[in-house]
């Protein structure tokens, strides 16, 4: 990405640089905080009306996108040539769609009656993702033997730190900060390897969508209520997961576009 600048030796370099000073920081930085507790505040949302007896219906509905993806996702892989993918890496690509298929119904439950307790199974499957999308780049940019390794710590990780807030808010010692670690580092670390490192695959692009729209989602999110003042019939946390889950279709549809190579020359 920026090979104008410096060779790809001392590009590569300073992406490990940057990886590495920013996990100290991250780390360090939500270190140095006492337990983050869960916001009572994040249950309350704009639209919470109830349509066809649903609670919180389009809270609830909007979720039907990520079903779709992940199904479509986990269909594509079934059939070989569908999709460019590493071969060695497929358990990652099928538990990226999984977890994506899981986020629309923990997070279609999560919306009939948002609290903690349902709130554990709209962000264990988000971790799936999280954590598989993770390795996959890895994978595709830096080692593929690396993001092999790394799949089943990173799935744990994001896994626990649920576990974890889980059980900290059942003991009224709410602490969030393992999964904000595991939520935010990789959204610093993977535009550092989208910059630094080549790419295994082609089309590159598609990453750089994929964290447009989720950085487009997290911002309607914030908005909820704004926007639903505004447009008066869906609300920001709506829109919010019909962008996220474009996001993941985005993606899906560039691995169709694609060509991945074994070698690191692209």
């Not at 919470?48 to 199904?71: E, L, Q």
Request: net charge neutral; glycine share 8%; aromatic share 16%.
């Amino acid at each position: 990405m920026i090979d104008g600048f410096m060779p790809p030796e001392n590009k590569e370099k300073l992406g490990f640089g940057l990886i590495i000073i920013s996990a100290i920081l991250i780390v360090g930085g939500i270190a140095s905080y006492g337990p983050v507790a869960q916001d009572v505040t994040y249950h309350l949302f704009a639209d919470d009306r109830t349509i066809w007896s649903i609670p919180n219906f389009w809270n609830v509905i909007s979720n039907i996108p990520f079903i779709f993806v992940g199904f479509l996702g986990i269909y594509r892989l079934r059939n070989p040539g569908k999709l460019k993918i590493l071969g060695e890496l497929n358990v990652a690509y099928v538990l990226l769609f999984f977890g994506t298929l899981l986020v629309g119904f923990g997070s279609g439950y999560y919306h009939l009656a948002p609290d903690n307790q349902t709130l554990v199974w709209d962000r264990l499957p988000m971790t799936i993702a999280f954590m598989s999308l993770f390795a996959i780049i890895i994978s595709e940019f830096i080692s593929v033997r690396s993001g092999k390794n790394l799949l089943l710590p990173l799935i744990l990780a994001g896994v626990l730190s649920v576990v974890y807030w889980h059980f900290s808010e059942m003991r009224d010692e709410g602490d969030l900060r393992p999964y904000l670690l595991v939520q935010f580092y990789p959204i610093i670390a993977i535009p550092i390897m989208l910059l630094c490192f080549r790419s295994r695959c082609t089309h590159v692009s598609a990453y750089w969508w994929l964290l447009l729209t989720y950085v487009t989602a997290k911002i309607l999110e914030h908005f909820d209520a704004e926007i639903y003042n505004a447009l008066g019939f869906i609300s920001g946390h709506s829109l919010k997961h019909v962008f996220a889950a474009l996001g993941i279709y985005i993606l899906l549809a560039f691995y169709q576009q694609r060509n991945c190579y074994e070698d690191n020359i692209i």
